[in-house]
């Protein structure tokens, strides 16, 4: 099973400002990684697949990078609908298809 | 539009059985693979089972392997999680979720439907 695990917990931001959150895999995935957004009360919706590209509908200020075991969600300047938690998910290796503990993105 | 509902959900007692629905719209059902997922209360997200587009295949976590069986029904749009055997760990809110395009990312997921382990 490959172990996912993401830096910070939690981060508290301002609006406006750049974010950046971490996820890191026990062993290479390739480019094969997926970040969630999940807001209070509601399902995840995807983000970012193939590491790097936006899911549809998926604003611009939403940018992954990385490969192999370390990977980057950005969001270039946060707005208040972005307040939420995010996952990082591999589905290079599976069963089982795994996620991160998550971060949660709160209000400075 | 694209769109997963789960329902089935409920209150069951230790030991118990459920079985939970998904019902999609919006695309070609038959075309694609079905996963199911859980949360539990205030947890992180859990990766359950996933079913190909044929039924050909399928797949358990660890955690639910003997006692959950997937299945599906092209010809209703539906796909369906029956839970046997049920402890208090499995009290979580159920997603199904249709796989990706290419690889095995989720998107979209259904709403979610709530199973409540408790005597």
């Known amino acids: 099973e490959i172990v996912m695990t993401q830096s910070p917990a939690t981060l508290s931001v301002s609006p406006g400002e750049r974010v950046t959150l971490s996820c890191r895999a026990g062993q290479s995935v390739g480019n094969s990684l997926a970040w969630y957004q999940q807001k209070l009360g509601q399902a995840p919706r995807l983000l970012i697949y193939g590491a790097s590209t936006r899911a549809t509908g998926v604003p611009a200020r939403f940018s992954g990078s990385g490969s192999g075991t370390e990977f980057t969600l950005t969001i270039s300047s946060l707005q208040a609908e972005d307040f939420a938690i995010y996952y990082c998910q591999q589905y290079d290796n599976w069963p089982p298809l795994t996620f991160a503990g998550g971060t949660r993105v709160e209000i400075k | 539009q694209v769109q997963l509902v789960e329902s089935g959900g409920g209150v069951v007692q230790p030991g118990g059985s459920l079985r939970l629905s998904c019902v999609a719209s919006?695309?070609?059902?038959?075309?694609?693979?079905i996963h199911w997922l859980r949360q539990a209360p205030g947890k992180g997200l859990e990766w359950l089972t996933f079913?190909?587009?044929?039924?050909?295949?399928?797949y358990y976590s660890d955690s639910v392997k003997g006692r959950f069986t997937v299945s599906r029904d092209n010809s209703e749009n539906a796909a369906y999680l029956q839970m046997n055997s049920l402890t208090t760990e499995d009290t979580a809110m159920y997603y199904c979720?249709?796989?990706?395009?290419?690889?095995?990312?989720?998107?979209?997921w259904g709403q979610g439907t709530l199973v409540t382990v408790s005597s």
């Open positions: 979720a249709r796989t990706g395009l290419t690889r095995n990312w989720f998107d979209p």
């Open positions: 919006g695309f070609t059902f038959s075309r694609f693979g």
């Open positions: 079913i190909r587009k044929d039924a050909s295949d399928k």
